[in-house]
T-cell receptor, first 112, second 115 residues
Framework: DQQVKQNSPSLSVQEGRISILNCDYT??????FLWYKKYPAEGPTFLIS?????DKNEDGRFTVFLNKSAKHLSLHIVPSQPGDSAVYFC???????????FGKGTKLSVKP | DTAVSQTPKYLVTQMGNDKSIKCEQN?????MYWYKQDSKKFLKIMFS???????INETVPNRFSPKSPDKAHLNLHINSLELGDSAVYFC??????????????FGPGTRLTVL
């Protein structure tokens, strides 16, 4: 049972445009959400997070939006750069449980 | 300096063998984890250790055993390897497991192939 779903396995975007990566979750107990970025042959690295008490968190070119009623979050990257090409994992946790539950990832390709 | 390191990076072995993967973190973190990324690309937690205590065991087979000689190390031992154990195994660490908001830092992964 996938509690965190990333339904798009891949996304291709032109350099300078916006990249939007989507994530849906099913567990209403989740109260903290994170995005990790992974390059080939490396481990995931933390990118940005959001608590359920917020609906938006911004860090430079990266913004995460949370829609609790829809159990949906998205990561916006603008402007996209070729160096952003990587696999992006959405993850969620519930304070009462502590585990991070990951989605399958979306492979982003930013073309020059 | 590498924050979380794993050895070996690649491991190819025969079914039935016993193998170990080592993990070390130099971040001074209290909690370490092992994750498995299977062929379907799901990253799933296997274990976490806090101050030498196992605090999560996600119903993995008892052929898998984490061993923590000290706070900076969490090694993964696997007995009687099976074909289905082939995967990429990631080690991670965080400052405090009881605070879910703590960022987890991942190692580069160990690709295990069981023939």
């Amino acid at each position: 049972d996938q509690q965190v779903k990333q339904n798009s396995p891949s996304l291709s975007v032109q350099e300078g445009r916006i990249s939007i990566l989507n994530c849906d979750y099913t567990n209403s107990m989740f109260d903290y959400f994170l995005w990790y970025k992974k390059y080939p042959a490396e481990g995931p690295t933390f990118l940005i997070s959001i608590s359920s008490i917020k609906d938006k968190n911004e860090d430079g070119r990266f913004t995460v939006f949370l829609n609790k009623s829809a159990k949906h979050l998205s990561l916006h990257i603008v402007p996209s750069q070729p160096g952003d090409s990587a696999v992006y994992f959405c993850a969620a946790s519930a304070r009462s449980q502590g585990n991070l539950i990951f989605g399958k990832g979306t492979k982003l390709s930013v073309k020059p | 300096d590498t924050a979380v390191s794993q050895t070996p990076k690649y491991l190819v072995t025969q079914m039935g063998n016993d193998k170990s993967i080592k993990c070390e973190q130099n971040l001074g973190h209290d909690t370490m984890y092992w994750y498995k990324q299977d062929s379907k690309k799901f990253l799933k937690i296997m274990f976490s250790y806090n101050n030498k205590e196992l605090i999560i065991n996600e119903t993995v087979p008892n052929r898998f055993s984490p061993k923590s000689p000290d706070k900076a190390h969490l090694n993964l031992h696997i007995n009687s390897l099976e074909l289905g154990d082939s995967a990429v195994y990631f080690c991670a660490s965080s400052q405090d497991e009881e605070t879910p908001t703590d960022t987890q830092y991942f190692g580069p992964g160990t690709r295990l192939t069981v023939l």
